[in-house]
């Protein structure tokens, strides 16, 4: 292992070089190698073949130090670090099944859902899962959490890290929470990160929501290319944070309705294809009444199946687990009218699909998809009443959704 990680152990790399790049945010050889020789030209204003140079010396540097492969490898080479890529368990036997074992250090998991889908305490279950030993299934790591709509409860932390049994003072000394107040500001905070990660043993990175704030800033037909160009950047500066650092990044992504789709999903990434096509994993999350869906979408090597969970005291749970404590309460008022609405399917499925198309009634894709207006539709209350008083049709769009939303996401 190379212990000098500092720029100046690069030969070449005097002061006067050290000084600008961590001025421009940065601070160690792995830095070098998240940020690219294009991008550190632009930002340090120093020569492209010099960026390259740099960047070079640092890839030679680490892979040296067996922190990097090789360029060229062989399969058996890559198998066998395969293996020791670590695993985050979910603390859930369902969701461990979807991810054949846990989510994953070096990639990039993109939970992505409707409003109250979960991802949330999705995001807040992981952030303590991966405190655990790791015979426990987690990697004794900490986190680093870009909350970006201010959801990041300490509270919701510390009744997880007690249904786990696990101190939660503890839990909440590990976890390290970056509130990003704007895009630009988001961006920032993950060029900066390198050091944190290091410094911290940060072994998970999440960034809850990762599209929110582009989605915010970027209205309109007009400003499409700008903010998948920005979106771009960030995305992937997320995987090779994750690769470069051996850490698991964690995005959430808000999806809406969208009312033009007949036949398959009406609920699309908002973050179009850029997520979509660097995320190593998708999970689609679904409300089925009390219960929810996960759904491996995209993965190089999982089959695409569903899962069925719940969400609970603990955070994310098995669907047996929320049962149990169900038949508890319905022993304890003993009113059977409450048996018959927990445990009746057709409840369940009444929050399926909100139907944007009743409220709107307007069947244009670019009219939805751009306005503002429908994003805040899909996230108000009122919406979840509408959607309660349009129960059958929405199943079943749904259901004939399963085998067709691998069309490419554009909005
Ligand atoms: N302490 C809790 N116990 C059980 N369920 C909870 C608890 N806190 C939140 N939830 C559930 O989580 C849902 C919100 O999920 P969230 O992760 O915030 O959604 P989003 O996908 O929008 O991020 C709520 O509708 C509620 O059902
Ligand atoms: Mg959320």
Known sequence: MVEDLRLDSLEGVGPVTTRKLSDAGIHNVMDLIVRG??????????????????????????????????????????????????????????????????????????????????????????????????EE???????????????????????IAKAHGMDPDKVLDNIIVARAYNSAHQTLILEESGAIIKENNVKLLIVDSAVGLFRAEYLGRGTLAARQQKLNHFVHLLVRIAETYDCAALATNQ??????????????????????HTSTYRIYFKKSGKKRIARMVDSPHHPEEEVIFALGE?????????EKKTKKYTKKVKEPEVETITE???????????????????PKVETITET??????????????????????????TVDAESNDSEPIEE
């Open 37 to 134: 020789p294009v991008e550190i030209a632009d930002i340090t204003g120093m020569e492209k073949d010099t960026a390259e140079k740099i960047v070079d010396k640092a890839r030679q540097h680490l892979v040296e130090g067996g922190l990097l492969s090789k360029d060229f490898v062989s399969a058996t080479e890559i198998y066998k670090r395969r293996q020791s890529i670590g695993k985050i368990t979910t603390g859930t036997n369902c969701l461990d099944t979807l991810f054949d074992g846990g989510i994953e250090t070096q990639a990039l998991t993109e939970v992505y859902g409707e409003f109250g889908c979960g991802k949330t305490q999705f995001a807040h279950t992981m952030s303590v899962m991966v405190q655990k030993t790791k």
């Open 137 to 159: 299934g987690g990697l004794e790591g900490t986190v680093l959490y870009i909350d970006t709509e201010n959801t990041f409860r300490p509270e919701r932390i510390v009744t």
């Open 255 to 276: 999806v809406m309705a969208s009312p033009d789709v007949f036949f398959g999903d009406p609920t699309r990434p908002v973050g179009g294809n850029v997520v979509a």
């Open 314 to 322: 603990a955070g994310v749970i098995d669907p047996e687990e929320a």
């Open 344 to 362: 009746t399917p057709k409840v369940e499925t009444i929050t399926e699909t909100p139907k944007v198309e009743t409220i709107t009634e307007t």
């Open 372 to 397: 503002p207006k429908v994003e805040t539709i899909t996230e108000t209350p009122e919406t979840k009443s509408t959607a309660k008083t349009s129960k059958s049709k929405t199943v079943k769009s």
